[in-house]
């Protein structure tokens, strides 16, 4: 029972206690309280506290093992999420030559112990090949009578594998060719982009004449070459849209895209306000935003492909199949080989789970497309027509006048 003071203040929020701190608001109304109270407890419940976490000595005593059990796969996903991240470049003439020279089998065989893909299979590989090792060595040592007769030799007949290893065979390619369908997709998707931003620049630059309007078509232009690199941060996970974006917009405009959800979309409602605030004929103005359709269409596949992978039952059904396999080969294959399962399961492990693998990676697109290429190649386009604006209006100019001079005589009157 608690023993109440004259003076009972009611609190007006919930009040956590813990063995470790007492609340200010507590402390302060301690003094009021009789010298001598019987008991004094508290039983508080609160549902948007958690639970306290359970001390290491509740701990499981498998929680070390589940540990180091976890360092190879963390550290293959660790090498698979940093080559995500890796910078993608555009092919140009010499890349292609290297990229089909004879060389290209050694070269490739040579930085095998390089390459994500291998690396990231070293987990599912190595634990397939010690199931292997511990099939073979049961299945010896039953056949040495080093266990009791009731011990069977695990073996099977390999009519089961002879009958699912076209399904198994459909199912990769189906998957991979799937992924490739995605990839191909997200690079069309760019590809549109990155030609209307192009166009878009180009008709800005030769379709925006008044000089009134210099600041605003600086503006528009940058805010054009803005919006492939807003989109490339929005589809690529970790980019940094505050960093690309900051020699590209003025530090108004990029606060003002930084604190919206939607980057991509603010850049597009800044050239669709730009647009209406130049001086144009109506035709021209509609043509200009008719330019925009082909941003909206690209944020729209890239969020989509973002949004809605493979159907999940199809790639989960992919991943059972493998592992049943190769759980189950070097049982399919003793008889016929031996020890010899033991390679036999590592290397189909190593090649099936390599396919898979490559589906998976390049189910996501963008990561695997030179983005920062492609968005810097609009910026270099655009400072180049630019440029080439200027000098191809010289030479115009000086053409006309040339023209003019030569048909008209010296006294002013026309040649005969």
């Not at 030569?406 to 005969?416: D, E, M, T």
């Amino acid at each position: 029972m608690l023993t109440q003071p004259t003076n009972c203040i009611k609190p007006t929020s919930n009040i956590l206690f813990s063995s470790n701190s007492i609340p200010k608001t507590f402390s302060r109304f301690h003094p009021r309280l009789p010298l001598h109270p019987r008991t004094l407890s508290f039983k508080l419940h609160c549902s948007q506290y958690p639970n306290p976490t359970p001390s290491s000595s509740s701990s499981s005593p498998f929680q070390p093992l589940i540990s180091i059990l976890q360092v190879i796969p963390d550290w293959a996903d660790e090498i698979k999420e940093r080559g995500f991240r890796q910078n993608r470049t555009l092919y140009d003439h010499e890349k292609w030559v290297h990229h089909r020279s004879s060389y290209r089998h050694l070269r490739h065989f040579l930085t095998s112990l390089s390459s994500r893909v291998i690396l990231s299979l070293i987990p599912p590989v190595i634990a397939f090949t010690l199931v292997a090792v511990v099939i073979a060595s049961y299945n010896t040592a039953v056949a040495l009578e080093w266990l009791p007769e009731f011990f069977p030799i695990l073996r099977s007949s390999t009519l089961p594998y002879q009958l699912t290893a076209p399904a198994l065979a459909l199912l990769l390619v189906f998957r991979t060719e799937a992924s490739y369908s995605r990839f191909d997709e997200g690079r069309k998707a760019w590809t549109k982009v990155i030609a209307g931003a192009n166009d878009f620049a180009r008709q800005i630059i030769s379709g925006v004449e008044n000089p009134g309007d210099a600041e605003l078509k600086k503006a528009l232009l940058q805010y054009v070459v803005a919006f492939p690199v807003a989109l490339k941060c929005h589809v690529i996970y970790g980019s940094n849209m505050g960093r690309d974006l900051q020699n590209l917009l003025e530090l108004d405009d990029l606060l003002v895209v930084l604190s919206s959800k939607h980057g991509p979309g603010c850049i597009i409602e800044f050239i669709s306000q730009n647009i209406r605030m130049l001086k144009l004929e109506e035709s021209r103005r509609n043509m200009l935003e008719s330019n925009m359709s082909c941003f909206h269409e690209g944020i729209g596949v890239c969020e989509n492909l973002i949004g809605t992978p493979i159907p999940l039952s199809y790639t989960r059904l992919t991943s059972r199949f493998l592992v049943l396999w190769h759980l189950t080969l070097p049982i399919i294959l003793w008889d016929d080989c031996h020890w010899i399962v033991v390679p036999a399961t590592f290397i189909s492990a190593a090649s099936l789970f390599c396919i898979e693998e490559v589906g998976v990676l390049i189910e996501e697109p963008f990561p695997m497309l030179a983005l920062d290429d492609l968005c810097k190649s609009v910026q270099e386009n655009v400072q180049e027509a630019l440029a080439r604006e200027k000098l191809i209006q010289a030479r115009l100019t000086a053409k006309g006048r040339t023209q003019t001079k030569k048909q008209h005589s010296p006294n002013g009157q026309p040649k005969s």
